[in-house]
């Protein structure tokens, strides 16, 4: 299965890109993204372990199936206001 | 009513406050903070960015609750993002209510929520080489 990664902020500045494709097993759920993200992008780094996952458009469950096609945004840390 | 808003532009605080309609006068109190970027050393400016249908999603679900917990009549969130200056306005929230107590109440919550969940991001500008 294939997703489309939003990014933002720092993570957007560590790849160079808006968005990313991530393959993923079928089956994979939310909380076996981050291990997949730092596998294929070694850039994200320990940026990766402070981070929202934001599942088409709502804050995910960590036990959320991912589907084909799916979107996915990472969230760090907010800073607005 | 609800109104919220991310946008490059300025903003009005008296535009603002005349948006917010108080027939038979349901509003005895009417509430704004307003969040500007402070000075300090070095910083040339703040650079804002958003996940913007998200945020907006959020700024909506936050003044829904804030108008549930607190009773309040009017909400306006506007956030501006782009490139802001020492001193420039980044975002109002304002409340009508009923009652100050109520009005400060959700206004301090909001800005302390909004701070917390919406996907908004700041990044420093510093002068050249000091990044």
Redo the contacts between chains.
């Keep these: 299965m294939r997703i489309k990664v939003?990014l933002?902020?720092?993570h957007r500045e560590l790849l160079g890109k808006n968005a990313v494709s991530l393959d993923v097993p079928r089956g994979a759920k939310v909380k076996d993204l981050k291990p997949l993200l730092v596998h294929k992008f070694p850039a994200l780094g320990k940026s990766i372990k402070n981070l929202a996952i934001?599942l088409n458009?709502s804050y995910s469950n960590p036990d959320s199936r991912l589907k084909d096609g799916d979107e996915i945004?990472l969230?760090?840390p907010?800073?607005?206001? | 009513m609800i109104r919220i808003a991310i946008q490059e532009g300025d903003f009005s605080i008296d535009h603002e406050l005349a948006r917010i309609k108080n027939p038979r006068g349901k509003n005895g109190a009417v509430v704004h903070f307003v969040g500007a970027v402070r000075s300090k050393c070095r910083l040339v400016a703040l650079e804002y960015e958003c996940y913007r249908e998200m945020a907006l999603k959020e700024l909506k679900k936050l003044s829904n609750a804030a108008t549930k917990k607190y009773g309040v009549n009017d909400i306006t969130v506007i956030h501006r993002i782009g490139i802001l200056r020492p001193g420039d306005k980044v975002v109002l929230v304002l409340v009508g209510a009923p009652h100050r107590k109520e009005a400060f109440a959700a206004c301090e919550w909001l800005i302390d929520n909004i701070k917390k969940t919406v996907p908004i991001w700041k990044k420093e500008i510093k002068r050249k080489g000091e990044n």
Excluded: E, T
């Design positions: 939003r933002f902020a720092l934001v458009g945004a969230i760090p907010v800073s607005g206001g």
